[in-house]
């Protein structure tokens, strides 16, 4: 069985640039998570997928952040304008419900110079 | 206010030693616990998770854990260290249905 699958990797921008991070989660997993993780630190929820529907987007900054999962399935997490302080490492994660345990893809390593 | 500290931020072993890596919660009802590994370049598996029922709840590759309500302490040990344990730790708690991490452990198992 397929797990969490994230893409890009890797992504180096200039400040000021877009960026677009992809996620596809384990078929059948209705609840989907967008996490960021600084160096050294422990891994903070931006926003919780319920099939299509937003159920928490509370901690995303929505000046820059935005996501979508239009169909209930994949989803985008979309940054316009990177600044300096996102480079990280963006974390998808999808459970089978909002109980569930949470499968992580290898995340997406975001440089901003 | 925090929910999870780990503490030591990096913890050095023998190959063969037991392993003890150190988390604190804070929570005003029961909580679920967890740890999380995380080797280099990949994302976090769960080990083991404490939800209810038995206290000393046993996980993959030989780890367990013990949750302990008069210390708020859910410590993550394994009695003989492999060489393919260094990674990032993670401790979680549930906190108002989401899933908060500690800041991490980096586990370095010496030869």
């Known amino acids: 069985e397929a797990g969490v699958v994230q893409s890009p990797r890797y992504k180096i921008i200039e400040k000021k640039q877009p960026v677009a991070f992809w996620c596809n989660p384990i078929s059948g997993h209705n609840t989907l998570y967008w996490y960021l993780q600084n160096l050294g630190q422990g891994p903070e929820l931006l926003i919780r997928?319920?099939?299509?529907?937003?159920?928490?987007d509370s901690q995303l900054p929505k000046d820059r952040f935005s996501a979508e999962r239009l169909k209930g399935v994949d989803s985008t997490l979309k940054i316009q304008p990177a600044e300096l302080g996102d480079s990280a490492v963006y974390l998808c994660?999808?459970?089978?419900?909002?109980?569930?345990?949470?499968?992580f893809g290898e995340g997406s390593r975001l440089t901003v110079l | 206010a925090q929910s999870v500290t780990q503490l030591g931020s990096h913890v050095s072993v023998s190959e063969g030693a037991l392993v003890l890596l150190r988390c604190n919660y804070s929570?005003?009802?029961?909580?679920?616990l967890f740890w999380y590994v995380q080797y280099p370049n990949q994302g976090l598996q769960l080990l083991l998770k404490y939800t209810t029922g038995a206290t000393l709840v046993k996980g993959i590759n030989g780890f367990e854990a013990e949750f302990k309500k008069s210390e708020t302490s859910f410590h993550l040990t394994k009695p003989s260290a492999h060489m393919s344990d260094a990674a990032e730790y993670f401790c979680?708690?549930?906190?108002?249905?989401?899933?908060?991490f500690g800041a991490g452990t980096i586990l370095r198992v010496k030869s």
């Open positions: 979680a708690v549930t906190k108002l249905n989401k899933l908060v």
């Open positions: 997928y319920e099939n299509e529907e937003a159920v928490d």
């Open positions: 929570s005003s009802v029961p909580p679920y």
């Open positions: 994660a999808s459970s089978l419900g909002p109980h569930g345990e949470l499968f």
